[in-house]
């Protein structure tokens, strides 16, 4: 008997801008075997052979390939205990340093979290490139007064953003399986799958620590004290009943929407949201936007911001933000107009019954990068 065709989905309104090409990819990957659901999110874009800002569910095998390098990547939340009008960026911003190794006891942070050493330690702590970032806000407005309320948040209080994974590990393997592999699938319950998922979990797990370690290091700089709210991996894959099926769930650049409250990230010059998941997810692979999505590839930002900013003025925004990136490339690459309009993004998702919008944040300083390239 013959499958039933895929179903493919893109959120995204008429007003919202998607590549062709990622378009072209989510339609590639449901067309692999065993693949029942491909679903595009408004912050869909291109990546390397498969979309970005993506959920898919396939039944009976999985794709590594789908879940990419960075497994275990997503983003914590942070309450911090400092009051927003006690905010100092630009001397936090003088002293903050965090692209060395950390000095503290990796094991013994690693093991306060069950999550056992993996060779990799000298990056644990570290943000990492790309479009990670470690980034303090502040309450911008509050839409929905009683979910925030029940988060234990308040308005008046500094929150950290934290986004980063699992740095080489999540790399070491991915390239294990596709030196043996390609983007071939796994079965499920075989030796190799099984072997598979036990590195995945276990980056999943190590990036979390990661999280949690770098938002000690932003912490100790900036002489706070903070507890976590929310933490979510937006790369992984996971068995989920879908449709009737236990299925596999691959996310890449996919939030969860079925873990709680998520905050999805804006560029480093916007707003992020904090949003409440709606509805039971079976339409949408349980997933939602991870943040805003590239709208330009990274060579054309390169080339597109030298010809209208210095460097120094993308390390300042609207907002009044600072931005410590010393590395002139990323500075570029990871300019606000290289990314889609994170209010059309989240608007998208509101309109489609997915989220309702907690409170917004805005940006008051944000951590990207002290290594100097020019």
């Known amino acids: ?120 330690e000298a990056a644990l702590g570290t943000v990492g490139g790309g479009n990670h970032f470690a980034e303090v806000q502040r309450v911008d407005s509050v839409h929905d007064a009683e979910t925030f309320t029940a988060l234990g948040l308040g308005t008046d209080r500094l929150l950290l953003l934290v986004h980063s994974g699992s740095r080489g590990l999540g790399e070491a393997i991915l390239r294990a399986h596709v030196d043996r592999h390609g983007t071939g699938s796994l079965v499920e319950d075989s030796d190799e799958a099984r072997q598979y998922l036990a590195r995945h979990d276990h980056a999943v797990e190590w990036a979390r620590a990661n999280r949690a370690t770098i938002a000690g290091r932003m912490m100790q700089g900036i002489a706070a004290a903070g507890r976590r709210v929310l933490d979510v991996c937006h790369n992984s894959v996971t068995p989920k009943q879908y449709d009737g099926h236990t299925c596999w769930l691959h996310r890449k650049g996919a939030a969860p929407s079925d873990q709680g409250p998520v905050v999805i990230p804006g560029s480093r010059g916007s707003l992020s949201y904090l949003v409440l998941p709606l509805g039971d997810g079976t339409n949408h692979a349980h997933s939602l936007a991870h943040g805003a999505g590239r709208k330009w590839t990274r ?6 911001m030298r010809e209208r900013f210095t460097p120094e003025a993308l390390t300042r925004t609207s907002f009044k933000s600072h931005v410590i990136c010393e590395d ?29 919008v907690v409170a917004t944040l805005a940006p008051v300083l944000t951590y990207k990068t002290r290594t100097r390239r020019e």
């Open 1 to 120: 008997m013959n499958s039933p065709p895929p179903h493919i989905r893109v959120i995204a309104s008429p007003q919202s801008w998607v590549e062709g090409e990622a378009i072209r990819q989510l339609e590639a990957a449901s067309r692999l075997p065993g693949m029942r659901s491909a679903v595009g999110l408004p912050d869909l874009h291109p990546g390397k052979g498969a979309p970005v800002g993506a959920a898919f569910a396939s039944e009976g095998l999985f794709y590594p390939f789908l879940v990419g390098n960075d497994i275990g990547c997503g983003m914590g939340l942070w309450e911090l205990d400092l009051p927003a009008r006690k905010a100092k960026p630009e001397r936090w911003a003088a002293r903050l340093d965090l692209d060395g190794p950390w000095e503290g006891n990796t094991d013994a942070v690693l093991a306060s979290m069950g999550v056992k050493p993996c060779g990799f």
């Open 299 to 304: 060579t054309s930002a390169r080339e597109r």
């Open 328 to 356: 002139r490339d990323l500075l570029f690459e990871e300019a606000p107009p290289a990314y889609k309009a994170i209010d059309r993004v989240v608007q998208d998702l509101v309109d489609a019954g997915l989220v309702r």
